[in-house]
């Protein structure tokens, strides 16, 4: 049997999101030339994140790619320039094959690629996988102060939501059977 890549993803605990976009800050940096924001101060450089901070219903909800299994932007890309490297990679942007159509942020179901800052191609979220090769977390998920965002394999963040889901429809199963 061939070795299979552990996916990551990172989650996210909206209940404890303080919505103080520090994560989109830290992405930004991580993803500069500079690599901090004195020197991305000092240069000019206008770095994009690749993550959003959005409010709903009075909760914080930072939103990044999924890296979907059958991607739509990989798909809707003229040029090939949106593509995943290996089974289980992230799906990543080659800059040097992006023209910038939109394509894919028109496909994106989750609306979470966006246009460069610097008018030219697009971003979105690449799990930092320069980071993730040094064995540091992606810079999102080590900057937040809560721990709303983690880092986790794929197949234990479904595992941890079937046992919250399940905990969930025991206790209605109680309530209702004491109701009764």
């Known amino acids: 049997m061939p070795h299979v890549k552990k996916r990551l993803m990172v989650t996210v605990d909206p209940s404890l999101c303080l919505g103080c976009h520090t994560c989109e800050l830290q992405c ?25 901070v959005e409010s709903h219903e009075g909760l914080s909800v930072p939103l990044h790619c999924q890296h979907c299994e059958e991607p739509a932007c990989v798909l809707a890309c003229p040029t090939g320039a949106i593509r995943r490297l290996a089974d289980g990679a992230p799906v990543l942007v080659d800059e040097t094959r992006c023209i910038g159509c939109k394509m ?11 246009m460069n800052p610097n008018g030219k191609g697009v971003l979105k979220c690449d799990l930092c996988i320069e980071r993730l090769a040094k064995g540091l977390e992606p810079a999102c998920v080590a900057s937040c102060p809560t721990k709303a965002l983690a880092i986790r394999e794929v197949r234990e963040a479904e595992k941890e939501k079937r046992k919250k889901l399940a905990s969930r429809l025991a206790e209605a199963g109680k309530a209702a059977e004491e109701e009764s």
């Open 28 to 52: 930004a940096m991580a993803h500069s030339d500079g690599g901090d924001l004195m020197s991305v101060i000092r240069s000019g450089e206008k770095p994009g994140h690749r993550l959003s």
């Open 104 to 114: 894919c942020v028109q496909a994106c179901p989750f609306g979470v690629i966006t």
